[in-house]
């Protein structure tokens, strides 16, 4: 499970009768007396992603459950589901229909 805030709104893609959702965010990691960094490309598969797309935009707190695929500083998961994290900002209040 990841964290992070989204660094780049959400892209899909149409493949074939499926879409993938395609969004980056970004984790840190506290050792000792310093905070890392790593940002993590994420892909979400299904159908009806078009609505999805539109919550997921730059800044976004989620949570992300899925299968990392590679452990450097860019990371690719495949995800099997994101939910929204609640935070305190007013624009994260929105009502989010899923």
Same mark, same amino acid.
């Given at each position: 499970?990841?964290?992070?805030?989204?660094?780049?709104?959400?892209? +899909?893609? !149409?493949?074939?009768?499926?879409?993938? +959702?395609? &969004?980056?965010? !970004?984790?840190?990691?506290?050792?000792?007396?310093?905070?890392? +960094?790593? &940002?993590?490309?994420?892909?979400?598969?299904?159908?009806?992603?078009?609505? &999805? !797309?539109?919550?997921?935009?730059?800044?976004? !707190? +989620?949570?992300?459950?899925?299968?990392?695929?590679?452990?450097?500083? &860019?990371?690719?998961?495949?995800?099997?589901?994101?939910?929204?994290? /609640?935070?305190?900002?007013?624009?994260?209040?929105?009502?989010? /229909?899923?």
């Amino acid at each position: 499970m990841l964290v992070g805030r989204l660094t780049r709104d959400a892209e +899909v893609k !149409a493949i074939g009768e499926r879409q993938v +959702v395609e &969004f980056g965010i !970004a984790t840190s990691e506290k050792m000792k007396d310093k905070e890392e +960094v790593i &940002f993590h490309n994420v892909s979400l598969w299904g159908t009806n992603m078009d609505n &999805f !797309a539109k919550y997921l935009t730059k800044g976004k !707190a +989620v949570e992300v459950d899925g299968k990392q695929v590679n452990n450097d500083k &860019f990371s690719n998961v495949l995800a099997y589901r994101v939910s929204f994290c /609640p935070t305190n900002t007013k624009k994260d209040e929105e009502i989010i /229909p899923f």
